[in-house]
T-cell receptor, first 115, second 113 residues
């Protein structure tokens, strides 16, 4: 079956530090890959996505590259802000007809950024 | 674009009563919507997949008679928690699919006394 493994948190950084949250996956075929962010007490927001190998998703200074050879989709940001404090979820969905594009989530990584 | 709303955002009810939660896609049509449950500090647990005009597909271990799902239109799905009990207290989140991406609602906090 499909699975997503992301680095365990919590991750605590100072403002302007570099962020990496590792995510690897196991899936049949070539799934679409996503990063979602959840702020306290809220639902999930789509942060970025990539649908094929070597695609780079980017948004709000965050980036992730779909690496087929290492089955990875690591999230990076060059300079984090206090407002980036949230839980980040890596997820995949199969591109198979009839799958309804069900998401398989990682366990989430709590990021805290201190001023 | 791709905005999903949920109503109510929070609800408190007495044990034994039923609660209905609405999920709407505001600016797109969604043939498929999903209902999740999230426990504190945990990831999302998929409860069911809802396709417009057909019966929902429930995940293993989810009681379909307790969690009634209706997807009557391309922009609205509802989750009714019937005869709620304190163990049903949780954060319920819906999502709506647009092409290959799920967009999530803001969640509903249910507390059963």
């Amino acid at each position: 079956g499909n699975s997503v493994t992301q680095m365990e948190g919590p991750v605590t950084l100072s403002e302007e530090a570099f962020l990496t949250i590792n995510c690897t996956y196991t899936a049949t075929g070539y799934p679409s890959l996503f990063w979602y962010v959840q702020y306290p007490g809220e639902g999930l927001q789509l942060l970025l996505k990539a649908t094929k190998a070597d695609d780079k998703g980017s948004n709000k200074g965050f980036e992730a590259t779909y690496r087929k050879e290492t089955t990875s989709f690591h999230l990076e940001k060059g300079s984090v802000q206090v407002s980036d404090s949230a839980v980040y979820f890596c997820a995949l969905s199969p591109k198979v007809r009839g799958s309804n594009y069900k998401l398989t989530f990682g366990k989430g990584t709590l990021l805290t950024v201190n001023p | 674009g791709a905005v999903v709303s949920q109503h109510p955002s929070w609800v408190i009810c007495k044990s034994g009563t039923s609660v209905k939660i609405e999920c709407r896609s505001l600016d797109f049509q969604a043939t498929t919507m999903f209902w999740y449950r999230q426990f504190p500090k945990q990831s999302l647990m998929l409860m069911a997949t809802s396709n417009e005009g057909s019966k929902a597909t429930y995940e293993q271990g989810v009681e379909k008679d307790k969690f009634l799902i209706n997807h009557a239109s391309l922009t609205l799905s509802t989750l009714t928690v019937t005869s709620a009990h304190p163990e049903d207290s949780s954060f319920y989140i819906c999502s709506a699919r647009s092409v290959d991406t799920q967009y999530f609602g803001p969640g509903t906090r249910l507390t059963v006394l």
